[in-house]
């Protein structure tokens, strides 16, 4: 059975829902779909569900407790993870739970396409699909144009690990990607954290935990990568990111030179971000319209009232936000 998974929480709930909607509008009601628990802030979550006979929760706690021991186990190997966690603030593991999505390697599908909360689907996902024929991963993004969110570029040990021309072609945004279930079973997971014990762990990038460890797991087993941007067409690739100003909106779709996108990332736009959003707040980020589509899909009567001159998302805070934050207002 072939279907799509997520991860979320209460705090990325207006982004699921318009996911969510957007996987309905392309795929129809029926085409299943799961939701990995980033924790178990799910209640609102849960209940949203509950009219989508075509959407679980993931609820097998020992497939959970699993990967979250491999996650431990494997950046427990790095020689200063936790020193620049602690740096940037983070008590213990850094962004525990994003890891969770790994939980697609185990069940409930036999084929899988994961993506990211702060993404919403486009088109129909069968080419992506049809490469897993092939393949063992299949993804669609540019992030090999910068593999500092990848792998430390520092360490000497990179290209002793991989050479470069893979690292030119093989890693991947873990924002979206389509692979197997039991791609990584037991076995295989304990060999990956024996590399890494090995001295080989130095090469993650330890600000990006769940990506650098799922490109680490993929290209270091040798899995095939399938990149349908190294792959398709010229005339067929299409961009992805929020980022890129020009995609051209019509019926609620994006296009990228007159070919649809797959699927949009709202990457870099903080879950903070679509909840002030949604609570009224007029924040302004690109495509936000598209976004409020599906958000509120089902809920016409909902969405919310701007009013007053609109701010940019990612303007730096003014002198009175920065007075309110510091006394915690």
């Not at 008590?91 to 993404?119: E, I, S, V």
């Not at 021309?165 to 873990?174: G, H, M, Y």
């Not at 980022?243 to 990457?267: M, N, Q």
Request: charged share 25%; net charge negative.
């Amino acid at each position: 059975m072939d279907g799509i998974c997520t991860l979320g929480n209460d705090r990325v709930f207006d982004q699921v829902i318009a996911l969510l909607n957007s996987i309905e509008v392309m795929l129809g009601a029926d085409f299943p779909v799961c939701i990995y628990p980033y924790d178990d802030n799910i209640e609102q979550l849960t209940a949203a569900i509950a009219h989508r006979p075509n959407v679980e929760i993931y609820g097998d706690r020992d497939s959970m407790d699993a990967w979250d021991s491999f996650a431990k186990a494997a950046w427990d190997t790095h020689p200063t993870a936790f020193q620049r966690w602690s740096q940037a603030g983070s008590q213990g593991y850094h962004r525990f739970g994003t890891h969770r999505r790994y939980c697609a390697f185990d069940a409930p599908f036999d084929r899988f396409l994961y993506m990211d909360a702060d993404t919403l689907l486009m088109n129909d996902p069968a080419p992506i699909f049809k490469e897993l024929e092939h393949h063992d991963c299949v993804v669609y993004d540019f992030q090999f144009k910068d593999i500092t969110h990848i792998y430390d570029v520092n360490s000497p040990k990179l290209t002793q690990v991989f050479p470069q021309e893979r690292l030119d072609r093989e890693i991947f945004c873990s924002g979206l990607f389509a692979s197997k279930k039991n791609t990584f079973p037991p076995a295989q997971r304990d060999w990956i954290v024996n590399r890494l014990k090995a001295g080989e762990a130095e090469v993650l990038y330890p600000m990006s935990v769940d990506q650098s460890l799922i490109n680490y797991m993929m290209m270091r087993s040798g899995k095939s990568i399938y990149n349908l941007a190294l792959e398709l067409p010229g005339d067929r690739i299409t961009g992805c990111c929020v980022t890129s100003p020009h995609f051209k909106a019509e019926d609620h779709l994006l296009y990228d030179g007159g070919t649809r996108l797959t699927y949009l990332h709202y990457i870099g736009i903080s879950s903070r971000i679509f909840s002030r959003l949604c609570g009224g707040e007029n924040i302004d980020f690109p495509y936000r319209d598209i976004f409020l589509h599906y958000r509120y899909l089902h809920e016409p009567e909902k969405p919310p009232t701007l009013s007053g001159k609109p701010k940019v998302y990612d303007a730096p805070p003014s002198f009175f936000e920065k007075i309110k934050r510091k006394l915690g207002i």
